[in-house]
């Protein structure tokens, strides 16, 4: 597989590099942050509000430079060690030159030096970072069944066909992040990734790992795949999403929720409580 220089167009069949960010994400086409609208509504897809990239962005961006690229970081980002307020004249300064997406304060230098130190600490994730690959690789692919113009951003495909996606999280254990993959659909980016390689290239990816690096101190470090199991049900989720979005864009109705009246109870938890309240003769 040999990528494309990015050029202003991120045409279906290729990979490219060097494609800014805010390009890659007015590009057309369904990312994963996508496929999580349009599974939440079709109408939350059609209408989201336009992309606004908050400050815990900014220092995920910086965190993925750290690893990722080092070298780059130390050149082009300002480490204001001794400033904890963004509101005093030396950010402001630094901010002129650097812009504040590459300025990071003391608190916030600490952190993405203690992600980066404690990630190459760690033999397996070093040789991971190391290798030698693409960073930050955009691809775009048709979908085979429904013709959906699809896209996905590698943060490091090794020449070896190993992807490793990098994972800000709370709680790095493997029972924590198994959870945080569920609740953010993580899976679902690994089934979707993987498949859009092979639409692509023709060939399988050999593997897709989760660096999960812990945001607090001492910045615990895992490294994860997920069974064939769990990608199948991932594969299902984003296929369902997919054709919902194709039925969708050919009818040009985009529904949110049921508009017929649908029946709630209350969550489980309430009502096993009561049960188990009326087994012990009632609360008193």
């Known amino acids: 597989m040999q990528p494309i220089t990015y050029t202003g167009t991120l045409d279906p069949g290729a990979y490219y590099t060097d494609v800014p960010n805010d390009d890659y994400h007015r590009a057309p086409g369904v990312s994963k942050s996508g496929l999580d609208l349009i599974d939440r509504s079709p109408a939350h897809y059609r209408y989201a509000p336009p992309r606004k990239t908050t400050r815990n962005m900014e220092i995920g961006t910086a965190i993925h430079t750290a ?15 001794d400033v904890t307020d963004r509101r005093v004249s030396a950010y402001k300064e630094a901010v002129k030159v650097y812009g504040s997406e590459r300025t990071l304060t003391g608190p916030e230098a600490d952190k993405v030096a203690g992600m980066q130190e ?13 290798s030698d690959g693409w960073r930050e690789l955009s691809g775009a692919a048709l ?18 066909g190993i992807a490793v996606d990098i994972k800000k ?5 493997a029972d924590a992040f198994q959870r945080a ?3 953010y659909r993580y899976h679902v980016q690994a089934a979707f990734y993987a498949d859009q390689y092979e639409w692509i290239t023709g060939e399988r990816l050999r593997g897709f790992l989760f660096l999960a690096i812990e945001e607090e101190m001492p910045h615990g470090v895992g490294i ?15 296929r369902t999403a997919l054709r919902a979005y194709a039925d969708c864009k050919a009818s040009g109705e985009w529904p949110s929720y049921s508009a017929e009246p649908a029946m709630l109870t209350l969550p489980d938890w309430v009502l096993s409580r009561h049960e188990s309240d009326l087994e012990d003769g009632g609360v008193y």
């Open 67 to 81: 690893l990722l690229e080092p070298e780059r970081f130390a050149k082009e980002y300002m480490l204001l060690r």
């Open 143 to 160: 979908d085979p069944d429904t013709g959906t113009i699809c896209r996905h951003r590698f943060d490091l495909l090794t020449v070896g």
């Open 224 to 238: 994860y795949w997920l069974d064939d199991g769990s990608l199948a049900i991932a594969r299902e989720e984003y």
């Open 181 to 183: 993959v569920y609740n």
């Open 118 to 130: 404690a990630v190459y600490a760690n033999p397996h994730a070093r040789k991971l970072l190391e």
């Open 169 to 173: 999280t709370q709680d790095a254990r």
